[in-house]
């Protein structure tokens, strides 16, 4: 069996190392303001979450270890 596994961001890592314009390109997808993309991830370390999901598809996530791996039929 194959496992498919889905993508996360580590939040703090985005804060200490994302670049002007990956802010940019995720508050204009958002349509708010670098500023607000910034204190909501802060919010969401306050929360005690470390990771962010890529998609919202992931059975089991889980916001300190990303995804739990998921089996798939054929390959």
């Known amino acids: ?3 498919k596994i889905h993508f996360c961001q580590d939040i703090q890592g985005a804060l200490n190392n994302w670049s002007l314009d990956q802010w940019k390109a995720v508050a204009r997808d ?4 670098v500023e607000q993309v910034k204190s909501q991830f802060r919010h969401y370390l306050r929360e005690g979450k470390r990771v962010l999901p890529f998609s919202e598809e992931c ?6 270890d990303g995804c ?5 039929s054929g390959s």
């Open 1 to 3: 069996m194959s496992r």
């Open 59 to 64: 059975d089991g996530f889980s916001y300190q």
């Open 30 to 33: 958002n349509k708010i303001t």
């Open 68 to 72: 739990p791996g998921h089996e798939v």
